[in-house]
């Protein structure tokens, strides 16, 4: 049997890995509903709001998920770049859907 070797800084192991398990179970169900809206895109031209309701829901959940994970596995980027780079991404993400939901088509 293999055994697995892991180690949180911080918490408890247990715990980690659940963190971990709620970031991806909101990536996939953020990716769920995006493929919806953009079927929903696909089905007519006049539902081009829907297109830019999936982008704006993948830089508000996806995107900032995805960079909290990796920006600390895979870069020397600090607590304060990661941050930045990910509340960026969400502050799009929420202008662009305000933008369609308020302002009409972009």
Do not use: K
């Not at 971990?20 to 539902?47: E, F, N």
């Not at 607590?79 to 308020?102: A, Q």
Request: include cysteine; proline fraction near 4%; charged fraction near 10%.
């Amino acid at each position: 049997m293999i055994e697995l070797q892991m180690s949180a800084t911080g918490a408890n192991p247990v715990i980690a890995v659940g963190v971990l398990g709620l970031a991806v179970i909101s990536v996939v169900l953020s990716l769920t509903i995006a493929v919806v809206l953009i079927r929903g895109y696909s089905q007519g031209p006049s539902h081009r709001g829907m297109l830019w309701l999936a982008v704006g829901l993948i830089c508000l959940i996806t995107i900032p998920e995805l960079l909290r994970v990796v920006v600390p596995t895979a870069t020397n980027i600090g607590d304060v770049g990661r941050s930045i780079l990910v509340s960026g991404c969400e502050l799009f993400g929420l202008g662009t859907i305000l933008r369609t939901v308020y302002g009409g088509e972009i």
